[in-house]
């Protein structure tokens, strides 16, 4: 894919990660969280161009901060987000100022990585970008469901073991 079209649908993907992370929504742990993320992975490790052939080791250790970068944030949304259990037993999830926040710092991290690649003309195509936003979804999505997993069944919190 061309780098505008990788970037575009980053773009598209975050717009509605975020703006359904801002709403209050019934979560289920039972759902496949990690197709998204592998539908993303894979277009971005398709790109041939995804490593700089005229400057490999910057361009892999740009990747490798990267990817340590959306690993570290990933898990930092995660614990962003506020879980809670409904009346019904039923599990809603709700990002937080915090979240916006993590999403804001993600920003700033990505383009300083970008920035340094431009200063060391380190060729950075828009599939680095996509495989990034995979990473960060999974790693957000494990740790949301983890948490949610472990908070209290509605038997357990009314004392019905």
């Given at each position: 894919m061309s780098t505008f079209l990788n970037v575009a649908v980053v773009i598209a993907v975050m717009a509605l990660v975020v703006g359904r992370q801002m709403r209050p929504r019934r979560l289920d742990t039972d759902r496949r969280f990690w197709v998204l993320p592998l539908v993303l992975g894979a277009l971005a490790l398709r790109d041939p161009q995804l490593i700089d052939r005229g400057h490999t080791?910057?361009?892999?250790?740009?990747l490798g901060c990267g990817l340590v970068a959306v690993l570290a944030m990933g898990s930092v949304w995660g614990w962003t987000v506020r879980l809670w259990r409904a009346a019904d037993g039923a599990l809603w999830a709700r990002g937080t100022r915090a979240t916006v926040a993590a999403w804001a710092g993600m920003i700033v991290i990505r383009l300083s990585i970008y920035g340094t690649?431009?200063?060391?003309h380190v060729h950075q195509p828009?599939?680095?970008?996509?495989?990034?936003?995979?990473?960060?979804?999974?790693v957000r999505s494990l740790v949301v469901n983890w948490r949610a997993r472990t908070l209290d069944a509605p038997e357990q919190a009314a004392g019905l073991r």
């Open positions: 080791a910057e361009s892999a250790v740009l690649g431009s200063a060391l828009g599939s680095v970008l996509l495989l990034g936003l995979a990473v960060l979804l999974l």
